[in-house]
């Protein structure tokens, strides 16, 4: 006689729910409004019965701390301590990654609907040469910034470059390529002032003191360069795998032919970033520029005569040294920065571009 075993209870399904030991998709973002909500109230009530002005910042913050609060008993609830703990450090994150964002988006805000009112052809064709009040344009300082930065290019990307490759490939272990690398650690912090002196007691010696040339700025900012493109380029240079060093070498390549070759191009991605950011850091630099370019009214095509004008500059001189009407000045300032914040922008796009383009992936 056989007997079969009762069929096993069946157990109810219910939908994903909270009571499934995992909250739905839809409870962080319901408690998020909740809390958004429920605190937007207390404070509208606060603020009318006191008669003052509604806290936009005290609302967003006690938002957000309602907010961790609720996701961490509710999750620790219904899912347990651990999960509790990770929710609650995820929401940690992401609500330090919006305030980090706050004052990014409040800065390009404010310099986007003030500079709009003098973004027209006039200040991307004019100087500011015999103009007096309103008028005029920055295209003196665009010409100046843009040469003086190519120059200090120029002479920093070669030097910084070097120094990694003999740092990476050359220089390791060696007493020469520790001195090195403390003294760039050291340029790394120096002030942007000093690099001005540097540069301006330089050719102070040679052309006597009151010398001021476009040259001078190029050679500040190249001093404010060569550590950051070092720093990057060395970082970049050591993530290249030992391997294709070796099975280059295996081939009978010499050592310059393999760092040409098979080294450079298998970083150079990462070494085009490095120097945008470089030039992204020296780019807005005002100090050492007003000691060693100084500032002109008029267009100066030649670094090597004459003083020459900056955005960074321009912007400060139409600020600090307003006249009448006070408007025109303070609109041509904002202009120049938004031009110079457009420089910026344009420049990293190209060191995108440049990156992808000769990334290794793309066959090149």
Do not use: C
Request: proline content about 5%.
């Amino acid at each position: 006689m056989t007997i079969t075993a009762p069929p096993p209870p069946r157990v109810a399904h219910s939908d994903a729910s909270l009571h499934s030991g995992v909250l739905a998709r839809w409870v962080p973002w319901a408690l998020v409004a909740a809390s958004v909500v429920v605190v937007l109230g207390v404070f509208t009530v606060v603020a009318m019965s006191s008669g003052e002005a509604f806290n936009v910042a005290g609302w967003l913050v006690v938002s957000a701390i309602v907010y961790l609060v609720l996701v961490a008993v509710v999750s620790g609830i219904v899912e347990g301590r651990r999960k509790a703990v990770d929710r609650l450090v995820t929401a940690v994150v992401t609500i330090a990654f919006l305030i980090a964002m706050v004052p990014l988006i409040s800065v390009a805000w404010t310099v986007v609907a003030n500079g709009l009112a003098r973004f027209d052809a006039d200040f991307f064709s004019m100087s500011m040469r015999n103009v007096v009040g309103e008028g005029g344009g920055a295209l003196h300082a665009i010409i100046g910034t843009l040469l003086i930065t190519l120059a200090a290019a120029v002479i920093s990307i070669p030097i910084g470059l070097m120094t990694a490759i003999y740092l990476i490939e050359y220089g390791e272990g060696k007493r020469v390529a520790k001195g090195i690398t403390f003294l760039v650690d050291v340029m790394t912090g120096i002030p942007s002032i000093v690099a001005g002196l540097f540069a301006y007691a330089l050719f102070a010696i040679f052309l006597g003191p009151g010398i001021r040339l476009g040259i001078m700025g190029s050679i500040a900012l190249a001093v404010l360069m060569i550590p950051v493109v070092v720093r990057s380029s060395e970082e970049m240079l050591r993530l290249v795998p030992n391997e294709l060093r070796e099975a280059s070498y295996a081939l009978g390549v010499p050592k310059w032919l393999t760092i040409v070759k098979v080294v450079l191009p298998t970083s150079i991605a990462g070494i085009t970033t490095g120097v945008m950011l470089s030039i992204s850091r020296v780019i807005g630099e005002t100090a050492p520029l007003l000691i060693t370019a100084g500032f002109t009214n008029s267009m100066n095509y030649n670094l090597f005569d004459g003083r020459m004008q900056t955005l960074p500059v321009f912007t400060y001189t139409e600020y600090a040294n307003q006249g009448i009407p006070a408007e025109a000045y303070v609109d041509r300032a904002w202009a120049a920065a938004l031009t110079l914040i457009i420089i910026v922008m344009a420049l990293n796009l190209i060191a995108r571009l440049i990156a992808k383009f000769f990334a290794p992936k793309s066959g090149r």
